[in-house]
């Protein structure tokens, strides 16, 4: 199932939330703005504010409050992205120059603090203090990951169970809120609440650790970034840490090298390395397995068109090129 027929399948409320979002980015202040509309016109795959909705959706939710659940969401996100980018001095998104390369560091953490705090001016407005305690975890554990990842930088004895829960907390959490608080909205059962919140760590670990591998990969020009970004910013991913695991002494001193000295000259002999030691193949394998588990959640669900689109999704995690 393509990203486009899987968006089909809630179009409607899919327009409504891309609508809402520009609805709720007005600000008096004009960079505000500026900088809001310029984030949001870059596109991007809206894949948390689409695990809400449908979601919500599948658990035979038929009001309208999910679209600001939605909205929300992405709010959050994009926050994270442009004080990530701020964090990492990135100068490419989406095939796009980066807010803070367009305007400054600043201006671009600001305007995250003002997309926050929107977000949690529509939970307000939402009334649902369930939701907002949520949200509330979820933004502080978010956090709590991008400093450790921040911590770890360069580290190369880092561990996969090191790894695994920085990305647990930076980029899984977000999905798992996504689902969790759709859940929740939808005033499930405690069982179904479990399972879809289950569904939406699965998503998102299988979601970055097939993003780390694509920073390796010959498809990296499709990512919108530059090739190599991981290692230029010294980020020790699970492709490096299964090729130090298990490469020959030289191949874990060249791989030690490029690491510390954050030399992207040296791609291709690390991607090389990787390909060599099958790093590749483990961490997609990692990420199927997470996908697998991701689809034994939705047994919970009753069939239905959008339990259907949230396998579909499950799959486009790892057969996504970009």
């Known amino acids: 199932m393509s990203m486009q027929s899987i968006r089909n399948i809630v179009k409607d409320d899919f327009d409504a939330v891309n609508e809402l ?10 960079l505000v703005e500026q900088i809001g509309h310029y984030l949001i016109e870059a596109g991007g795959k809206r894949l948390r504010p689409l695990v809400v909705l449908l979601a919500a959706r599948a658990s035979g939710y038929n009001d309208d409050r999910h679209i600001d659940l939605a909205v929300i969401i992405e709010f959050i996100h994009t926050a994270t992205l442009l004080h990530d980018d701020v964090v990492d001095t990135s100068n490419m998104r989406r095939g ?35 939701i907002m305690n949520v949200l509330a975890d979820t933004t502080n554990i978010i956090s709590e990951g991008e400093v450790q990842q921040l911590v770890n930088i360069g580290d190369t004895n880092l561990s996969e169970n090191d790894y695994l829960q920085v990305i647990g907390s930076k980029t899984a959490q977000l999905f798992e809120g996504a689902s969790h608080t759709a859940a929740i909205l939808s005033n499930t059962d405690t069982s179904t609440c479990k399972a879809l919140t ?9 979601f970055q650790l097939v993003d780390d591998a694509l920073d390796y990969s010959n498809n990296n020009s ?19 840490i299964h090729a130090m695991s298990c490469g020959s002494s030289q191949q874990i001193e060249a791989l030690r090298k490029a690491i510390n000295e954050r030399d992207t000259g040296q791609i ?5 390395i ?8 483990y961490t997609f394998s990692k990420a199927k397995e997470h996908v697998a588990q991701a689809k ?14 949230m396998l579909g999704l499950a799959d486009f995690a790892v057969d996504r090129t970009y």
């Open 96 to 130: 796009r120059f980066t807010a803070n390369a367009q305007w400054g560091n600043a201006p671009s953490v600001l305007v995250g603090d003002f997309l926050y705090s929107r977000a949690f001016q529509m939970m307000v407005r939402m009334g649902d203090i369930n």
């Open 222 to 240: 499709s990512l919108g970034k530059n090739a190599g970004d991981d290692l230029a910013e010294g980020k020790v991913t699970l492709p490096l």
């Open 268 to 272: 291709q002999v690390v991607v090389d």
């Open 21 to 30: 979002i520009m609805n709720q980015l007005h600000s008096e202040v004009g």
């Open 274 to 281: 990787i390909n060599d030691t099958s790093s590749l193949s």
């Open 198 to 206: 289950a569904y939406g760590r699965h998503l998102g670990m299988a």
């Open 296 to 309: 034994q959640c939705l047994a919970a669900l009753g069939p239905s068109k959008y339990h259907n689109a």
